[in-house]
């Protein structure tokens, strides 16, 4: 009896290749107004379970799919900053340093720099006579923060 019953259910599984993976049957709805619209039906072997993921499984499945992506997004620079290269001359209390720009002119001042978080997260150390890059505001050209130290 369960053989023949297990048999039977294999063979409309093999037949309707038109169902989803979910092991349920898919019937039209016979309506004037709506054509393309359909419903589930009961199970076409309780027994079998389908290996489809469904809900919070097929949305962490897609996640990592995205996640191991090869292409990671390139970080935009900001608009309203200007880059420059720099180098330390003094370093001063709370995390502040007193900067040279490479290639200005002598009687260009200082600029006065701080950390930027990144930096400031990963502990990276700042000494005097470092090279480093400095974002400034375009609205002080004499205060700006450091965003990168070359090695």
């Known amino acids: 009896m369960f053989k023949s019953l297990l048999i039977l259910c294999i063979a409309l599984i093999t037949l309707s290749w038109s169902t989803p993976a979910t092991g ?71 995390a502040m340093f007193r900067c040279v720009i490479n290639d200005a002119p002598e009687t260009q001042p200082p600029i006065l720099a701080t950390i930027s978080g990144k930096i400031r997260k990963n502990y990276v150390k700042i000494l005097v006579g470092d090279k480093v890059t400095i974002e400034l505001s375009p609205y002080d050209l004499t205060r700006g923060r450091i965003t990168y130290r070359y090695r």
Not at 32 to 46: D, E, G, K, S
Not at 82 to 87: G, K, L, S, V
């Open 24 to 94: 349920f049957s898919v019937l039209p709805q016979q309506s004037a107004r709506t054509l393309n619209t359909v419903t589930i039906a009961q199970p076409l072997c309780p027994g079998i379970s389908s290996t489809a993921l469904f809900g919070k499984k097929a949305a962490r499945a897609q996640g990592n799919g995205r996640k191991n992506a090869a292409e990671r997004p390139v970080r935009k620079p900001k608009d309203d900053v200007i880059e420059i290269e720099a180098t330390v001359l003094e370093s001063l209390p709370n």
